[in-house]
């Protein structure tokens, strides 16, 4: 179980880094995620979410690196079942192999994140760490798309079974600057 002081506490985190953050004058990245998960844990479980399944912010602490929170939401409902509903909070770093923002831009992403589950009036959380390999493709002066394939794992806790899951993943991303 999960205490609401907890997700709000960890929500306010989330928004008050990207202010600090941008307060440094680089450009910031915005983006929207869409994706494909294939999760194993005994069973396989795939997920195709479109058009995006996150947002995600980027702060660039330097040329070649960034900070990355992300926020995702999903809502199930099934007739004479109760409704589930997930937030997902992400934090990444990106390492950019390129400092040119005008050219391909390949990166590696190692992320933590938590997910917070509610149904039938209970709630849990799971931890998760993972990493993916992508590249960022100019499309246009400050416009991109990105492109990213990478592994996940939730670890097992009172409420959850550790499931891991390949992750393949198309975004769009606006860059201030």
Known sequence: MVSRARVHVLVGAVLLAPTLLAAQGRP???????????????????????????????FFTSDNVSLEPALS??????????????IGLEFAALVHFSPDRSRSQPYFRPLAGLSFVTAGGESASQFRVG????????????????LEGGFQHSFENDDFAGVSALTASVGLSFLTR
């Open 73 to 86: 939401l999903n809502y199930w409902k099934t007739a004479d079942r109760d409704a589930i509903a997930t």
């Open 131 to 146: 990493g993916g390999f992508g590249v960022r493709l100019p499309v246009a002066n400050q416009l991109a798309v990105r």
């Open 28 to 58: 910031v990245e915005l983006g929207f995620d869409g994706g494909l998960s294939i999760s194993f844990n005994g069973s396989t479980t795939t997920s195709f979410t479109v058009p995006f399944q996150s947002f995600r912010a980027g």
